[in-house]
């Protein structure tokens, strides 16, 4: 018997991510008889996890997922879109195949909270009323927060953005198309608000010097990365390795930098130099020193925030540094509103000091489904999320550093005898044939 290499590797993969799982694993919840109807906002990677969970475990389940979108993305493959190594077909599906069984799903979008009223309004369908609410609905880009470039332009003067799967698609053939020139200087940054994956800035940033040395063609390039704080990363033993990685390879990082234009035409960034760098907190101002940078490809991060409808909502965060994303308010541990106890938040939008990322909604769901179960049935809610989220930085081809960690930039690394800050060939393979199949097979199955 044979087997192709992309099947040893996603089987190999497999291995290594059931030791994540198990050494990440929740004990979970028998089945539940309580009867409530209960509204999920979002079809994404948390909305169908979330529903997956709860119609597992609920005999009488009334669960209805409100999602506008046909077509389902793995969004952690944008990245290696843009490295050339998924093709732009592999991170798609279509939702109706994802979403469990016994959900009804209104393809439609949420454009009001009522939690007073214990209702929700969509733009074609009115009202859905809701005992309880889920919400999960993502985050959004800002790029109007950033003069000269929008979503639709993207590709215009060389600016890209790995965040939009078209923006990925044009990222990975302006990178190839780098071999072609005769020299250049590359800038990369990333943003003042939280975000998804903080480390995709970071990722592409090194998945294109590395294409470039792998083509000969390095030393004909300038490369930039602008970074908004006063580190790469947090925690710390993570971030001083990746400035290890960047002065290695010849990388200039500026700190407290803010990108707030961009001339497309004349290919020209405009930084805002920071004086305070607490996240969210520095206004765009005219006292401030405003930098003019040349380049000849410019990666941009978007800053991003909570959907319109959750920003209007009485359920935002309306003070701290939180408030500019418009983040919803919730208890970190228990994922519970606080003013709303019939609600569930969990996610991007969920306005707690975790990392944005899938990670941290793996390990989110079945606290968040053990929570609002527990609240059907009267009990007190005793399931609690400790922060964890992990960012497998692809720092080569080839080689991946693991951060993992929790609230207060607590080290949680799954395996706990290895040396946190170095990149392994494991972690890639994790990364590029295993954490996919994991997504759809366990995660958004509930089984993880």
Known sequence: MTISRRK??????????????????????????????IVIVGGGAAGITMAAYLSDK?????????????????????????????????????????????????KDSVVELAPDQNYVVTAQNGKISYDFL????GCQMDFNQVEGVTKETLGEGNVHCIYDYQGAIKCRDAIKELTSQKEGRLVFTDTYTKLKCGGAPKKICLITEDYLKDNNRRNDFVIDYYANAEELMKPAVYGNRLQEIYDERGIGVHYKHRLVSVDTAAKKAVFQVLE????????LGEEQELVTVDYDL??????????????????????GSLRHGGWAKVDQETLIQPDYPNIIILGDVA???????????????PVAAANLISIMEGKEPVAK????????????????????????????????WLDPAVERGMWWMLKVHGLQPMYYHGMLKGLM
């Not at 089987?11 to 799982?21: D, H, Y």
């Not at 732009?88 to 069984?101: A, D, G, S």
């Open 134 to 137: 889920v919400l999960a609905p």
């Open 276 to 283: 305070k760098t607490t996240q969210g907190e520095v206004p």
């Open 351 to 365: 306005g707690t000091p975790a990392s944005k990322t899938g990670a941290a909604i793996r390990m989110q769901a």
């Open 385 to 416: 999320y400790d922060g964890y989220s992990a960012c497998p930085i692809v720092t080569e081809y080839g080689k991946v550093l693991m951060c993992e960690f929790g609230y207060d930039d607590k080290l949680l690394p799954t395996i706990p």
């Open 8 to 37: 040893f590797l996603t089987v190999g993969a497999a291995g290594i991510g059931g030791i994540v799982v198990a050494e990440r694993a929740y004990d979970f919840f028998s089945e539940s008889k309580v009867k409530a109807k």
């Open 298 to 319: 410019l990666h941009f991060t978007p800053p991003m925030g909570a959907p319109a409808f959750v920003k209007n909502s009485p359920l935002a965060i309306t003070t």
């Open 58 to 106: 609920l005999r009488y389940d009334d669960i209805v997922i409100v999602e506008p979108n046909e077509i389902h993305h793995y969004q952690p493959g944008y990245t290696l879109i843009a490295a050339d190594v998924f093709s732009p077909e592999e991170v798609l599906k279509p939702t109706e195949n994802l979403i469990p069984r016994k959900v009804k799903w209104v």
